[in-house]
């Protein structure tokens, strides 16, 4: 069972609101990606991490922010949640192993909904 | 442009039906093959690499074959706890970053 949290599972909130979705992972990873999924559709990544104070932006554009403080810890955050920014938000940790980055440990996801 | 795309994008079996699903990829340098599987509500969990073709991997009742244009990955048998969604990825050339298909929903009938 992979060691990676994230909270909240479900989040409710109104236009222009600021949110922080919060990702832990226990295995001492030193990448940890965010990705993005909407039913049916495929993964898109939005963020990653090589580790602490690194920090880049994925294939899919998104106005999220994300920090690398810690080698465990991944926040997300939105400044001002839009309808737009509705969906399911996966967390995930992989170890550094040369090029090949495939196996990935994924959080249960957060599941936001702007109204 | 590098593509990943899984087919059927839904299959219903009965328990004990065998069949495969489709992924086929359109990259260059292919360094390795993922699958996963992702049931309702939960994060995707890992299940195979492949690197090469002619390569097989085989867990319990699920075996995944690697051909240079497609993987496919083969359900022996099913039975219901089978069902869920199954994904496959890539990662290709010098991009470390992995390429997602859009899954396959399976659902196996008792």
């Known amino acids: 069972e992979a060691d990676i949290y994230q909270t909240p599972r479900y989040l409710v909130i109104g236009t222009g609101k600021k949110i922080t979705l919060e990702c832990s992972q226990t295995?001492?990873?030193?990448?940890m990606y965010w990705y993005q999924q909407d039913p049916g559709m495929e993964l898109h990544l939005i963020h990653y991490?090589?580790?602490?104070?690194?920090?880049e932006k994925g294939d899919l554009s998104s106005e999220s922010t994300v920090s690398r403080i810690r080698t465990e810890h991944f926040p997300l955050t939105l400044e001002s949640a839009r309808p737009s920014h509705t969906s399911q938000y996966l967390c995930a940790s992989s170890e550094y192993s040369g090029t090949v980055t495939g196996e990935l440990f994924f959080g249960e996801g957060s599941r936001l909904t702007v109204l | 442009e590098d593509q990943v795309t899984q087919s059927p994008e839904a299959l219903r079996l009965q328990e004990g039906e065998s069949s495969s699903l489709n992924c086929s990829y359109t990259?260059?340098?292919?360094?390795?093959l993922f699958w996963y599987r992702q049931d309702p509500g939960k994060g995707p969990e890992f299940l195979f690499t492949?690197?090469?073709?002619?390569e097989e991997k085989e867990k319990e009742r699920l075996k995944a074959t690697l051909t240079k244009k497609e993987s496919f990955l083969h359900i022996t048998a099913p039975k219901p706890e089978d069902s869920a969604t199954y994904l496959c990825a890539v990662q290709a050339g010098s991009n470390y970053q992995l390429i997602w298909g859009a899954g396959t929903k399976l659902i196996i009938k008792p």
């Open positions: 492949l690197y090469s073709a002619g």
């Open positions: 990259v260059s340098g292919l360094r390795g």
């Open positions: 295995m001492g990873h030193d990448k």
């Open positions: 991490s090589y580790g602490v104070n690194s920090t």
